[in-house]
């Protein structure tokens, strides 16, 4: 096997944490019974696993214990809460048992590969992000990490959190507090640690009930069935892969939409998806004979609403923004200011109020469920190749768990820190050879 695992840690707050039971709030509550967001960070190190071992390992724990410190609500454990109600809440006890398993493992997989951004079988890269731990009693872990060593070439960090617990913002905001507190004990600057999270639920206010009304259609919707069994046969091999857009790539994809008259927002993430969307759709084999197209992508809400969320809040400030469009005129020539513009008028529309409608976001994403919506993970904004250890940036960051929902891709910075945006893509082989050829062929017309 190419990746083994050689210990298993379990790493406490330093110092100690008190314990707490935080509430779930109406952003947290449509996450529960979803699962983790899992990335991975690469980095070069051209050293013997020897020196993985004696002088990696023990930086990265202490620095992680550090980091639990102010980061203890993923100590603990969703349970369901205690009066009865049907609810659920966080609860960190503050004893021996809140820690979180930290793995460290060994690869003799093809570093150069697996951080070249071309297809790559996922389960290559699952092997290097861990699995939460199984819990008792109807609760479950929020969080574990892994450190695996390629010796001689490099490094990787993956990161599992549970999506109930934090949104990308948060994810990225525990990351780097770790990496952050990981360079200050190897003598940095105490500014390299961003500030403490806030932990305070009150700021978040929910007037109209929307998290216990969100929690009873979920449990309606599981009380309905399952889900339709998945098609017989073997199933096929996902690959990943990346694609970048440069900064001209976006400028000249902004100038074809703003040329069109439409009037709509032209960001470089809004012309991005779209790009993504008009590529994904000409390849999926469930686009055939349907006339619509959907889309599904997150907006953060912490500095749209009012009063405003502080940008370290912890936990998940999300609301979802739906985009129908005509389906021949996604896959036509004009196809990304088609998308574009769906796009642009969504994002428009959050003007009128960012959490107008939220008591129908629910409903209206499993009512999208079976049109196969293309959805969006991650953003260029959290600049996850920022990342920094000790080691320096990393050489490739990958949201492995965007293979969990068919359709998403993964949104992130350029490697190169020059404004362009990274696009990350899971399908079978086959489909990812034409994606390829579509997304090469686009830009060769701008």
Known sequence: MATKVVDRLKVAASPPAAGRVLPLTFFDVPWLFTGPVERVFFYADPHPVEHFSAHLVPPLVSSLSAALHSFYPLLGRVWPCQDGGGGYEFCSTGGDEDRIELTVAESSDDFEELTSGGPRDV???????PQLP????????????????????GLAVGVSIHHVASDDSSFMHFVKTWAGHCRLAAGGDAAVVPPSPLLDRRVVADPEGLAARTLDEMRQLAASGPPPPPPSGPPSKLVMASFSLTRDCIDKLKQRVTASGNGVHCSAFAVACAYAWACLVKVDCSSAGKERAHLLFSV????????????EYLGNCLRPCFVEVNMGDLIGNDGVVTAATGIGAAIKGLDDGVLDGADGWFHKIMSMVPHRPMSVGGSPRYGVYDTDFGLGRPRKVELVSIDKTPGTVSMAEGRDGQGGIEIGVVLPEAEMVQFSSYFSDGLKQL
Do not use: I
């Open 123 to 129: 389960a290559r890269l699952y092997s290097l992000v």
């Open 300 to 311: 953060e809400c912490r500095r749209r609403l009012t009063p405003p969320v502080p940008q």
């Open 134 to 153: 199984p819990t008792e009693d109807g609760g479950f872990a929020l969080a574990a990490v892994q450190v695996t060593a390629f010796p001689g070439k």
